[in-house]
């Protein structure tokens, strides 16, 4: 990408999505951490969000946020503004690699700010073909940076459980790749 007709952009809505963690298509996990049932529970959350991006939540927030939120008055829109929810999640695609102003980017990741009761931020990214996970946390949920490791290593697991699972059931060729994480990488 030519540093020329590079246009930085901040153009986003948000919806709040209700899951349930404990559930999986409508029965109780016993132990969530140990007994995931990743691909059913995976399942709940997509139904529950296609119901959501079929809603006109997500273009009404894109409206107020970027529109009517610059002529309410402050008390109204601390109101809006105030989170009360337990985890934020963004999953962004993002671009190939660039250059800017000649400079090649390498790597990109980001933190989605914790406000109010929020106490999980989790986000990823695609980069150059790779995928970004970042986490932030408050401490009244990981109390020290070994459980913090313990959630992300829990995290990558999921994920290569998953891919392998879709390449067993779709191509037939599972895959040991080497994932690096960010406590690996010094980061």
Known sequence: MPDENLTLDNRFSIALLRICISNANG?????PNRDSQFFKRL???????NK???SSDILLNFW???????LLPGKILKAFLLSHNTMVFSNMCGPEKIHILNNFLSNIIFWIPNKSTTALGFSLLSY???????LIADKSIVKDERSLDELLENTIHEINI?????????FLKPSNLPIETSVENGM
């Open 27 to 31: 029965q109780t996990i016993i132990e």
């Open 64 to 70: 107020i946020m970027k529109y009517l939120s610059a």
């Open 52 to 54: 959501l991006r079929k």
């Open 162 to 170: 998953a891919y392998n699972h879709i390449i067993l059931t779709h």
């Open 128 to 134: 150059g073909g790779n995928l970004n996970l970042s």
């Open 43 to 49: 399942q709940d959350i997509t139904r529950t969000n």
